[in-house]
C-alpha cells in the first residue's frame, strides 16, 4: 500500500478542523478531524523518522492549531489557518517526506 506523504495530512489536519468546526458549528466536531489527522500524521512520522522528530512535529502541529487563534485576531481567520497549515506542512515534508523520497 502507497504512504501518503505526511505534509498533507498535516495540512488537511488543520485546515479540515477548522473547516469542519466553522460550517458545523461544532467545534468539538472540529476537535475529531484535527485529532485524527494528527494521529495519522504522527504515526507515520514516528515511523519514517523516529520518537523525536515526531514529537517536534507533533509539538509544531499543536502549536499551529493554539497559535492561529491570535494570529487569526491580527490576520484573519482563513489566513491564520491556510499560514500555520503551510508552515506545518512544511515542516513535516522537510523532516519526514523528503528523507522518505530520497530513499
Known sequence: MPRISTAPIAAAGLIGGYATARLTKKRPLGGVVLAAAGAAAGQQWRKA???KTAAALGAAYVA???GSHPLAKKVGAW???LGVAGAVA???????DRQRQAS
Open 49 to 51: 523518522a523516529g520518537g
Open 64 to 66: 499551529g492549531f493554539a
Open 79 to 81: 489566513p491564520a489557518v
Open 90 to 96: 512544511a515542516a513535516s515534508y522537510v523532516l519526514v
